[in-house]
């Protein structure tokens, strides 16, 4: 008998068996980018199947396994699972009074919502408000991280979920000592004000700032990258805006990281501190530059990763446009003077003659505007 018809024996014990051994060869499936063997077992109905047997309450195990292939198929195929109507069932469990199945669900709906072109769907399914109710009630910490990841790629996109619904739980795990569960909080709150100065201000009003500072007090390779994206989309609010996050005292600590985290949360701090410097007020301007925030974007230009020079360059370019507006006695932008100090402009033309064209083009630029590069410095461009 072959897997695929096991599913349809009779017996709930040659079903489950099937199911469990149909489940590995999908998750090894997902782990190498769906192997022959893989599509197979999809083309051949299991989802169908699958689907048929979410409905056997009185066999839990059964069930689990079939909510859990439907999950992993979730992850790679959504279009699958959506269009075999799926995602309504997987609502109800969430009511499910055995855990693991409702865990399943959970973490099913994430993986269809995990895609934008489907988040719309999990919500118009009204995956939403059952959702809360497991992070009110819940304490199995497995099935919270799933929830809030899903809670996450729920209120990503547009238009956002509805602030104050969701904002009770994300208060209430952004207390958590659980970095998984913090830096999916992280998320979900930089997809509820991204892009939107209402929506920063929800966030602010909602006292969450205080609480993110701290946490990025206490950094870790899993939480820093998440918390400070979300700092970083918080710091592009406006003036008054800004300057509530800077009163938090968070630049401080993100050029910490900058210096001395590692490589992908480096890139993060960096980019809070170049949003920060973007249509920043003359004393928010001041104020970076006194934290060391010059320094820092000069030292990082000789880093290797691209990332990080390129936001370097946008960094020093806006801190320099500032100092141009502040110019007085004798006429002197003094932020200028400081990247001299800082060996900014050697570091600056050095990069002259990196291959990357754009990194060129923006080191010409800045020399050019601020610096009246000569002639010859300019026929060090690489070779296109």
Excluded at 62 to 81: H, M, N, S, T, Y
Aim: with cysteine.
């Amino acid at each position: 008998m072959s897997l695929a018809n096991g599913l349809y024996s009779k017996d709930p014990l040659i079903q489950l068996d099937s199911a469990i051994k149909i489940n590995r060869i999908l998750s090894d499936g997902m782990q190498r980018n769906l192997p022959l063997g893989t599509k197979d077992l999809i083309r051949s109905g299991i989802v169908a199947r699958f689907v048929f047997l979410l409905h056997n309450e009185e066999f839990p195990k059964l069930q689990f396994e079939a909510a859990r292939g439907l999950a992993i198929i979730a992850a790679f195929k959504p279009d699958v699972v959506v269009d075999h109507k799926v995602v309504p069932i997987l609502v109800t469990l969430l009511a499910s009074s055995t855990d693991n199945v409702r865990g399943q669900a959970i973490l099913a709906l994430g993986n269809v919502a995990y895609h934008p072109i489907h988040r719309d769907y999990v919500l118009q399914c009204g995956a939403l408000t059952p959702l809360l109710i497991r992070l009110y009630k819940d304490t199995n910490l497995p099935m919270l991280r799933a929830a809030i990841r899903t809670l996450a790629f729920l209120c990503r996109g547009m238009p956002p979920s509805t602030f104050n619904e969701v904002k009770p739980a994300l208060e209430i795990h952004l207390n958590s000592s659980d970095k998984e569960i913090l830096r999916y909080v992280c998320l979900a709150i930089s997809h509820l004000c991204y892009g939107s100065v209402d929506g920063i201000q929800r966030v602010i009003q909602a006292g969450f700032v205080p609480k993110l500072v701290s946490v990025l007090r206490r950094p870790s390779p899993v939480l820093s990258a998440p918390e400070l994206r979300t700092i970083g989309t918080l710091v592009t609010g406006n003036n008054h805006q800004s300057q509530l996050l800077i009163d938090a005292n968070l630049i401080p600590s993100s050029v910490n990281l900058a210096l001395n985290a590692e490589l992908d949360i480096k890139r993060e701090a960096v980019r809070v501190i170049l949003r920060a410097t973007v249509g920043g007020s003359p004393n928010q301007i001041k104020y970076l530059v006194q934290q060391g925030c010059t320094k820092l974007l000069c030292d990082l230009l000789v880093c290797p990763d691209i990332m990080i020079i390129k936001l370097c360059l946008y960094g020093l370019k806006n801190i320099l446009k500032a100092g141009e507006s502040e110019k007085n006695r004798g006429d002197v932008n003094y932020y200028r003077q400081l990247i001299d100090a800082a060996e900014g402009v050697k570091k600056i033309k050095n990069l002259l003659k990196h291959e990357r064209n754009e990194i060129y083009d923006k080191a010409l630029n800045i020399l050019e505007t601020y610096w009246d590069v000569e002639d010859d410095e300019k026929t060090q461009k690489p070779p296109r």
